[in-house]
């Protein structure tokens, strides 16, 4: 009987220290790539390439619908126009951009956290819970900036061309209509830090309102944190002057130290993973000097003294389609010869502003069957769904970043 009983008391504890494993939580948060533009009439795209055809099985059940988690829970706060609300539920596709859907439900596009969650229901037997944060159109000097960062200060060089233009030009407001300009620009400082570390805390308090089934008794652990996000400061002229400078950047890479420690104390989660997604958009063959300059001032902080081993920065342009933005090179020069057409530009077809509507038509449907191929434009509408900016809206691209993402976490957690 002692014997039994030993046995029975090691099944408890083991069948207990199961249940007691804490629920593993993870942050994802960013602008609009990581709000998610890849629609799932992409997905077939993923099966054509045999290296990301099993990523696409993941992806995808036996009935061919996407697959639902029984593992992984999303709680994702988004919006538009500054009307935000939440999404909560098992993690599925649709939990991407919701431009112009019911915020009631998932919609029909993914970002990053589709297959990061995907890896991470994988590698853990506990229940994984995903936070994710993101609006479109939102910059890291201002809409996500970080409390240590402090206010915002205006560069020496723009501020000297500033004062140069008092009338206002190019972007330059008016001298009379700059304090609005400040008292705007100081209401709208760290107002989306403040709101995602918000949602996190909110669901944090209370993980039941996402998981009915979660028990307070196990516990959670916030286990990383990954970021994608960069563009609206990478074209922001006024906030890095400089264009040619090889350190353009060099002051985003302190606001993202900033914001790094500043997650990490606020999360009261100090030695918290965090995952640095560069941009990548252009793909490998994007060397343009902003975009390098950017890219290396992305990644920086990974290499810091104090964020060694704890900061890895995840480079996603490897993962650009490069056979879609030959293509998406093509659009644009058919919508640079409709520009052309109608604005009577010298050296074109239409410089005399003669021709008529059906004609420009005519004539635009011609430059484009022989610019664009029909091989062309079923590639595209196979692998493609929106602009560059977007990483072309393809789920073959935020499904490799969302598994090296998830990847690099579990890396940092072994360490």
Known sequence: MKFIASIFTILLVTVI???????????????????????????????????????????????????????????????AYDKNFTLNGKLTAGYGSMWGMEPTKPGDKIGPEFTFGLAMDKAFDEPVLIIKAAWGGKSLHTDFRPPSAGPYVMPKETQEVWDKHPQGAHGIPKAEDRPKWN?????????????????????????????????????YEIAGFAWLQGFNDMVDGQVYPGHNKPDRFALYSELLGHFIRDVRKDLNAPKMPFVIGVMGVGGLKDQSTS?????????????????????????????WADELGAIDAKRAQLSQMNHF????????????GKM????????????????????????????????GYHYLGCAKTFALMGKHFAEANLKMMKK
Not at 44 to 68: C, F, N, Q, S, V
Not at 342 to 352: E, F, G, I, P
Not at 360 to 384: F, H, N, T, V
Request: glycine share 6%; aromatic share 8%; net charge negative.
């Open 17 to 79: 220290g199961v249940e007691a494993k804490p629920l593993k939580v993870f942050i994802l948060a960013g602008q609009s790539n990581m709000e998610g533009p890849a629609n799932v009439s992409t997905f077939d795209y993923i099966g054509d390439d045999p290296a990301t055809a099993p990523l696409l099985k993941m992806m995808r059940g036996a009935d061919g619908k996407p697959t639902t988690c029984d593992g992984v829970w999303i709680s994702y706060l988004t919006g």
């Open 183 to 219: 008292a705007e620009k100081i209401a709208a400082t760290g107002v989306y830090y403040r709101l995602m570390t918000e949602h996190v805390k909110k669901v944090l308090a209370d993980p039941k309102q996402v998981m009915p089934d979660y028990d307070p008794a196990q516990g």
């Open 291 to 319: 975009m390098v300059a950017f890219r290396q001032a992305m990644a920086a902080p990974a290499e810091m003294p104090a964020f060694k081993g704890n900061v890895l920065a995840v480079q996603t342009a490897p993962f």
């Open 341 to 352: 057409l109608n604005s009577n530009h010298k050296d074109h077809a239409n410089a005399d």
């Open 356 to 387: 008529t509507d059906e004609q420009k038509k005519e004539y635009l449907k011609k430059y484009e069957a022989d610019l664009i191929s029909p091989a062309d434009q079923a590639l595209w509408k196979r692998g493609a769904s929106n602009a």
